[in-house]
């Protein structure tokens, strides 16, 4: 039985990085992998009031009935005055031994970064979910990236090209039917978290160009300077929905929608919502940013624009050609199938594990 170790300080947290490695460790297969996933409560930091998320129950829960063996460790501090970030008062180095495992999986921001950059022996394999910094480390069999842009980023700050690939997110896409109530109106709509800072206005800028009684504009979540803006322009066909981490009620408010049009300020390198957008064949738009994931994510299953104008444009585009539509549905489900859906992503770390153990 091969044996893989999974560390991540405040791993057991909902947050991004946190949700891939434990995704990731859960849908192994326990027939050929033993999975010890090691993980903290979070900890104050030094030299920085930043909090980072602390342990949900839910995602132990999830870890626990998908036959990952959790171990759990202490840390004081993480004190991120000295360059890599090093764990003060903790106990990691008496619950984990390195010789134990055939293979170690991180999941962090590309810096050399504590406890790994003591770990020389045993392969490891790093996700990282930043982009612009890199090391070379001996012992790092390959580092995944989840976009090319990110990938191309982190080349050029010194990783080595030879030992990097890419791997999007892995994302789970549950079954659900339900849909909320319409009135024969054609919807666009994206959902995204309740946070000002990636707030982008050109959505609902380009909607206000097109809007008619045929038409309505879904927000599930998002920043309230939606709503804000949504009264500036004079929008009458904008519904909000709250913010939720429900998976279930997002599957409902997709299945919803005719369009996704994605829109944050700053940009993503792998969009969880794309992602979950393409399980539905939905065709996508979205704008460039100072992050350009999404114009990889999205292909030809929609358009990536500079303008609201051009926006808008697209918009109509699919509003009234039926075959462009088909068209952009029928390339959003191909390319979930093919590169983004979970049996997907997780092959492709099966094989990578599996060609490092076996190697």
């Not at 930091?45 to 909090?51: A, L, N, P, T």
């Not at 946070?195 to 206005?201: A, R």
């Not at 957008?277 to 999404?294: N, R």
């Not at 999205?298 to 808008?312: C, L, M, Q, R």
Request: hydrophobic share 35%; proline share 4%; aromatic share 10%.
């Amino acid at each position: 039985m091969n044996k893989i170790a999974f560390i991540k300080f405040g791993g057991m947290a909902i947050g991004g990085t946190e949700k891939v490695l434990q995704t990731i460790a859960c849908n192994l297969p326990k027939d050929r992998f033993q999975v010890d996933y090691y993980y903290c409560d979070a900890a104050p930091y030094i030299g920085s009031d930043y909090k980072h998320v602390d342990t949900d129950p839910s995602r132990v829960k999830y870890c626990e009935e998908h036959g990952v063996n959790l171990i759990k460790f202490h840390v004081g501090f993480k004190n991120i005055t000295v360059p890599t970030h090093d764990w003060v008062d903790t106990n990691f180095w008496e619950v984990f031994d390195e010789k134990q495992y055939d293979l170690i999986v991180t999941g962090r921001a590309g810096h050399p970064e504590y406890p790994f950059c003591h770990i020389h022996r045993t392969p490891i394999v790093d996700t990282i979910h930043l982009a612009g910094m890199a090391e070379r480390k001996s012992n790092v069999y390959k580092t995944v990236l989840i976009s090319a842009e990110q990938r191309m980023r982190w080349i050029k700050a010194g990783g080595p090209a030879e030992r990097s690939m890419i791997i999007p997110n892995p994302v789970e896409i549950p079954k659900v039917k339900d849909i909320y109530e319409r009135s024969n109106q054609w919807v666009f709509g994206l959902h995204q978290r309740n946070d000002d800072n990636i707030f982008s206005p050109i959505p609902l800028e380009a909607y206000s160009k097109i809007e008619s009684k045929d038409t309505l504009f879904m927000i599930l979540g998002g920043s309230d300077k939606y709503k804000r803006q949504s009264e500036e322009l004079g929008l009458k066909n904008v519904e909000f929905l709250p913010t939720t981490s429900s998976l279930k009620e997002i599957h409902k408010f997709l299945n919803t929608l005719d369009v996704y049009a994605h829109g944050r300020k700053d940009g993503e390198q792998c969009s969880t919502a794309i992602i979950e957008a393409m399980s539905h064949g939905l065709p996508i738009i979205s704008h460039h940013a100072p992050s350009m994931g999404q114009l990889e994510q999205i292909g030809s299953a929609g358009k990536v624009v500079h303008t609201s104008n051009e926006y808008s444009k697209v918009m109509l585009d699919l509003l009234n050609n039926n075959k462009y539509y088909q068209e952009c549905s029928s390339e959003s489900r191909r390319r979930y199938k093919q590169i983004y859906s979970l049996d997907s992503v997780i092959l492709n770390y099966i094989n990578l594990f599996e060609e490092i153990i076996n190697g």
